[in-house]
């Protein structure tokens, strides 16, 4: 079942707390789900049940810095003190080959939600061969000049305070800013969904919420810069199903521009099984919103689909 928390030793010395569904009947493929950031696996249990029912199985794990994942070089908000991006790339590679083993012959499709999604066109990027189809939800890859103001700042930080502590100006320019942009807002985190219900159980989690630490931003605003790069998606085949989704009215995509923006990238440098749908109503976190139901099925839809074209 979802809620049993199990352990993986990833090669990069983390060990990894991970969470599994098994298909109900019929297996089709599996599906590796990667969380946002500030949150963890946990929090998919209803998306992971979901996709089991329709024939996938789900694993679900907490990157390194979050949830009950536990690694030496890495603690709360933070992926490692160094080489960040490399290693939290390397535990999906991990976990990928923990469910194939289990399940042999069945496609793989990867899935990431906002941080989760930088992660996972990365990962893609990374390792070509080894995804049938990608899916990436309320993701940013196009930061722009304010992510390069960012960089300077966390720089400065950097240098003046080191990697290991909380930035003290990132989470005001972000998650400050987005929550204040939504009209007439209850909390600091309207900015996520339009559910309150669900608003209020990320700000009860013990497990969400936290700081990242100046490492972890310059690692996020390092994928979203280099996941939308030419070079870098020429080491993916043309033909590989990738699905973007993204909110009509969630400020960390920029209403969902930002989604739109890397679709139009894609299929200009010529991948042809592209799809982008943007949920109007919606804010950041699709899988929390009121209609998440419609858009668990439409996702599912698409892997049958992307799945026939593997």
């Known amino acids: 079942m979802f809620e049993e928390i199990r352990r993986l030793q990833s090669p990069t010395g983390a060990t990894l707390a991970y969470r599994q569904q098994a298909a109900s009947d019929r297996p089709r493929g599996i599906l590796l789900v990667l969380h946002g950031l500030a949150e963890h696996s946990g929090r ?4 992971a049940e979901a996709m089991a029912l329709r024939g996938y199985h789900v694993y679900a794990h907490d990157h390194r810095g979050h949830g009950r994942t536990k690694a030496p070089d890495a603690p709360l908000g933070q ?4 080489d960040g991006v490399a290693r939290v790339l390397e535990d999906v590679l991990a976990m990928r ?3 194939t083993s289990a399940h042999p012959g069945l496609p793989v499709i990867l899935f990431g939600h906002s941080m989760g999604g930088l992660i996972s066109l990365n990962a893609a990027i990374a390792y070509p061969t080894l995804f049938d189809a990608v899916a990436v939800w309320n993701a940013n890859f196009r930061p ?3 992510g390069r103001a960012g960089q300077l700042i966390l720089g400065i930080e950097r240098m003046l305070k080191g990697s ?6 990132l989470p ?6 987005w929550g204040q942009s939504i009209p007439n807002h209850r909390t600091p985190f309207d900015w996520l969904s339009t559910d309150p219900a669900e608003v209020d159980a990320y700000m009860e989690d013990p497990l969400s919420g936290f700081d990242a630490c100046v490492s972890q931003w310059r690692d996020l605003l390092a994928m979203s810069y280099a996941g939308a790069e030419q070079s870098r998606l020429a080491r993916l085949r043309r033909d590989i199903p990738i699905h973007l989704v993204g909110g009509g009215k969630d400020p960390a995509t920029d209403l969902g521009k930002a989604v739109e923006w890397l679709a139009k990238r894609l299929k200009h440098f010529g991948f042809s099984h592209i799809t982008c749908k943007l949920y109007q109503e919606m804010r950041h976190e699709t899988l929390h919103e009121i209609d998440a139901a419609r858009a668990m099925a439409d996702f599912a839809d698409w892997c049958d689909r992307a799945l026939q074209k593997a």
């Open 79 to 82: 992926f490692s003190r160094r």
């Open 164 to 169: 290991d502590v909380p930035s003290a100006l």
């Open 172 to 177: 005001r320019l972000t998650f400050g800013a």
């Open 97 to 99: 080959s923990l469910a």
């Open 144 to 146: 722009g000049l304010a």
């Open 44 to 47: 998919y249990r209803r998306f």
